[in-house]
């Protein structure tokens, strides 16, 4: 099932429901978003050149929170979604150690070195990761989670909130590597930006599977899997990932004469 939402200036925008749980359930639709950056977006007035396009397609979800996973320097650099009476907009910068994966050389191997930027970001950003997970919990709903590509920090956030689910980990990767549907249209909007030239990096703008396999492998050997992490490190409880597992869960249905079913 193809997840993505088409825009036009957006490239990675989709939904983050859909999966299956250990337990049967199903992750809600259009209640979690994912995307590459809301920057790129722009309040078309009625009569402009594009009145019904991007911004009144997003504004149709009826998203609430829009949660900026980005710097605060490329928020003023590439602007971040525009305000609108509806949207609450929150700046949760959870990388520290700035990088540039554009530059790297061919040789480096793009598992092992983006898994190891996670591992970093996890390790760095725990005081926004608590702040993201309880607005998750707290905060008005439908959310959008992105970054500038919708790839690496946005994938690590919305693997932790599938994990805190109950979504297996083939299910978590399988997620992850569905950004490489839209890795040709984020290499476009690169070359656009450097005419003339292309990434260093082989790498660049790509999603395999063995990233994501790779990170969570390195949250079990610390911690024991994703959830001991987030327990351990980000202070979720049993009551939080309840709360969390109740608004973001299709609800389980009775069948007469039987037990509780996955819809």
């Given amino acids: ?38 920057g790129k977006l722009s309040a078309d007035p009625p009569g402009s050149a594009d009145p019904d396009g991007d911004w009144q ?29 509806s949207l609450t907009y929150l700046n949760l910068s959870v990388e520290h150690r700035p990088y540039d994966q554009e530059a790297q050389g061919p040789e480096v191997e793009i598992g092992p070195y983006l898994a190891e930027r996670f591992l970093e970001v996890a390790e760095d950003g725990v005081g926004e990761l608590r702040t993201l997970l309880t607005t998750l919990r ?48 984020l290499l476009d909007d690169w070359r656009a930006e450097h005419p003339g030239r292309e990434p260093r990096w082989p790498g660049y703008g790509r999603a395999p599977g063995e990233v994501m396999a790779r990170f969570l492998a390195g949250l079990t050997r610390r911690y024991g899997s994703a959830r001991g992490y987030a327990e351990q490190r980000l202070g979720v409880t049993e009551e939080h990932r309840a709360a969390l597992r109740s608004r973001f869960l299709e609800p389980v249905q009775l069948v007469a004469g039987a037990g509780p079913e996955a819809p």
């Fill in 1 to 38: 099932m193809s997840r993505h939402v088409p825009f036009r200036r957006l490239h990675n925008f989709r939904d983050a429901g859909g999966h299956r749980t250990s337990d049967g359930r199903t992750v809600r639709l259009r209640t979690l978003w994912r995307s590459d950056s809301l």
């Fill in 57 to 85: 397609r997003f504004l149709s979800l009826g998203v609430r929170t829009v949660i900026d996973l980005r710097y605060p320097w490329e928020v003023e650099a590439r602007g971040r979604v525009p305000a609108h009476p």
């Fill in 138 to 185: 707290t905060g008005e709903g439908p959310f959008v989670v992105h970054c500038a590509a919708g790839k690496d920090r946005t994938g690590l956030v919305t693997a932790l909130v599938l994990a805190l689910l109950d979504v297996p980990e083939d299910r978590i990767v399988d997620d992850f590597a569905r950004t490489g549907l839209a890795t040709g249209r």
